[in-house]
């Protein structure tokens, strides 16, 4: 028999491995639940409930075919070597995975069991996401290819496998803080389809215009961002869903389109971005925890002040748009992508703290966590990769343009609902009752110039910074080639500072 190991592909539909393990014979679909896993300081109870909620579909849609989903709790190579006793495997598949350092490691740990066993293991790509990549030259051609391959279809039955499944660990059991809320998505395939599909024809017209106020942005945004990092959904079949529908707004009158043509080309290319991030992991695993640029190693490094972590992580800030934000973010799991870059500019700026931290504490807090875009946009918004330009987020300024009634911020900070509008974005200015809403922790613009003077100084100093900015720009940068080649001979292509990797790039779905 075949093992299908899943992974974070939790579907049947444009799964590569098992729609080649089905084809060759009989298949054992497997989930390593890896208790070690959940210890990590990046993981959650939210994670838990979502993947728990993904599980169980995907073991309905499995059973439909003849063969439950095996569900074995333990260390992979014990799970591995425990199955190798009880049955001939002929291979182990899954799709190829950039997660965090752990699953890094352990996925060595697995390639050298298979070697010493004989087994062979087959990794397809379930994205964009090129493994032992040489240069991004030509990087976004072939990912048009990847996304333009046919989506696979399920298998129409698996043969039966006689394997018994273990029962998962409670929450309480992997040691994970239980948390009740209402407001977080729900897991799953179906819930998945619904939202592309309610996004397609009926929420996403306005997309580009809202999806940088959290006013609009939690209904006017796809939210698929959950759903591509546990993999109910293949970001092949939402590109090539998207582009069918654009396909049919092309034949409608320009006065039934509207918004969506725009709207759609937007997202569409957000899905290309989302594994141009992802491949900076794949690339160099340690941004995980060191500065893409080694100028900042020590930059922040012992200034931990737990006060002002504490004060940012609990939404106490005194600063209305960063607490709102962080508050809807503990509450919800999920967070536009502008308001993400502003709490993180505020942590790592204002407050001057390493991004280590904050990095995964936000971590926990997404239901979206995908590792790989995760640490290079907190890198971003740190300052540390040295090849993107210094944006630090005024958060006055940026609830005056993205909440300016305040209705967000009074959602949010109920201290703040009787407030005027003239002083909901300084609460401090007010004369009137702020029942009890904290003072701001630092002064803005004081903060925001130290931080400033201590980056650029460090940039001004460095006499190998722009020589090291332009090896990483090389690296992991984008290029402007990469779309259909014409007859003319062009220069080999030079990273595209100008566009990808900016900083206001919107990515979480």
Request: hydrophobic letters at 35%; proline letters at 6%; glycine letters at 4%.
């Amino acid at each position: 028999m075949n093992i299908v190991w899943f992974k974070r592909d939790l579907r049947i539909e444009d799964n590569a491995a098992l729609s080649e393990a089905a084809r060759l014979g009989p298949v054992l679909p497997l989930y390593i639940f890896e208790p070690e896993l959940w210890q990590q300081p990046d993981m959650s109870y939210r994670h838990y409930v979502f993947l728990t909620q993904c599980l169980q579909e995907l073991d309905q849609s499995l059973t439909a075919l003849g063969q439950r989903l095996i569900i074995k709790v333990g260390n992979a190579v014990d799970v591995l070597t425990q199955l190798a006793q009880q049955h001939s495997i002929d291979a182990l598949w899954s799709h190829q995975e950039t997660g965090n350092h752990w699953t890094y490691t352990r996925d060595k740990a697995v390639k050298h069991w298979c070697r010493s066993q004989q087994i062979p293991w087959y990794e397809p790509t379930q994205n964009g996401v090129i493994r032992g990549l040489k240069d991004r030259d030509g990087w976004a051609a072939r990912w048009y290819t990847q996304m333009a391959r046919p989506i696979l279809t399920a298998p129409t039955a698996l043969n039966y496998v006689d394997e018994a499944t273990d029962t998962l660990p409670t929450a309480n059991a992997l040691g994970l803080q239980e948390e009740n809320s209402n407001h977080r998505q729900k897991g799953g395939r179906s819930q998945a389809l619904a939202l592309l599909n309610s996004f397609l024809y009926r929420r996403g017209e306005y997309y580009t215009q809202a999806m940088s106020s959290p006013v609009t942005a939690f209904d006017s945004c796809s939210r698929l961002s959950a759903h591509l990092a546990f993999g109910t959904l293949s970001i092949r079949e939402v590109f090539q869903i998207t582009e069918r529908r654009h396909k049919e707004l092309k034949k409608m009158p320009d006065a039934v389109k509207g918004k969506w043509p725009s709207a759609l080309r937007s997202f569409s290319g957000r899905l290309r971005w989302h594994c141009h991030f992802i491949q900076k992991l794949e690339d160099e695993p340690d941004i995980e925890f060191e500065n893409m640029h080694p100028a900042y190693k020590t930059l922040r490094e012992d200034t931990l002040n737990p006060d002002h972590l504490h004060a940012w992580q609990t939404g106490q800030t005194g600063y209305p748009m960063i607490d709102a934000c962080m508050r809807a973010l503990i509450t919800t799991g999920w967070l536009n992508f502008r308001m993400r870059a502003m709490v993180m500019s505020f942590a790592s700026y204002h407050l001057w703290l390493h991004w280590r931290q904050p990095a995964l504490y936000l971590a926990q807090l997404f239901i979206d966590y995908e590792p790989g875009i995760h640490y290079s946009q907190v890198q971003m918004q740190s300052g540390t990769t040295g090849i993107n330009a210094i944006r630090i987020y005024n958060p006055i300024k940026q609830g005056i343009d993205q909440d300016p009634e305040g209705v967000f911020i009074r959602q949010w900070v109920p201290e703040l609902r009787d407030v005027d509008r003239e002083f909901i974005h300084t609460p401090w200015l007010a004369s009137s009752q702020i029942n009890d809403y904290p003072m701001p922790i630092v002064d803005e613009q004081i903060a925001r110039r130290t931080a400033a003077d201590k980056i650029y100084t460090l940039r001004k100093n460095d006499p190998a910074h722009k020589t090291t900015a332009k090896q990483i720009a090389n690296k992991h940068g984008s290029r402007k080639s990469g779309l259909p080649k014409t007859s003319r001979k062009k220069k080999k292509a030079q990273p595209d500072h100008s566009q990808l990797d900016h900083p206001q790039r919107e990515l979480p779905f």
